[in-house]
């Protein structure tokens, strides 16, 4: 078992800066992917960032350029700074870490962007 415990997140306005944090405990070893994805009202969940252990990113294409996620495997976590912040950002954050057996979830953090 794997636990996910999200911080970070809040209201910024348009062309801002925020940082979410992640945290996981349990089972650390089994984690081979962290990452964050996000789901805005009325939409389904998307990839946002992801971070293999050797330190591999992937972005989603609306965020390059703007985010950046970063993942410290000797503290078990994974971070997302987030700069240039736009409205369409707004959404709950997700952190992810996915294992051979599944993917395991936090339980989401609120980001709000105010034009």
């Known amino acids: 078992q794997v636990q996910l415990v999200e911080s970070g997140g809040g209201l910024v306005q348009a062309g801002g800066s925020l940082r979410l944090s992640c945290a996981a405990s349990g089972d650390i070893s089994s984690i081979i992917i962290m990452g964050w994805y996000r789901q805005a009202p009325g939409k389904q969940r998307e990839l946002v960032a992801t971070?293999?252990?050797?330190?591999?990113?992937n972005y989603a294409d609306s965020v390059k350029g703007r985010f950046t996620i970063s993942r410290n495997n000797a503290k078990n976590t994974v971070d997302l700074q987030m700069n240039m912040l736009k409205p369409e950002d707004t959404a709950v954050y997700y952190c992810?870490?996915?294992?051979?057996?599944?993917?395991?979830w936090g339980q989401g953090t609120q980001v709000t962007v105010s034009s």
């Open positions: 992810n870490g996915r294992t051979l057996n599944g993917n395991y």
């Open positions: 971070a293999s252990r050797s330190g591999t990113t």
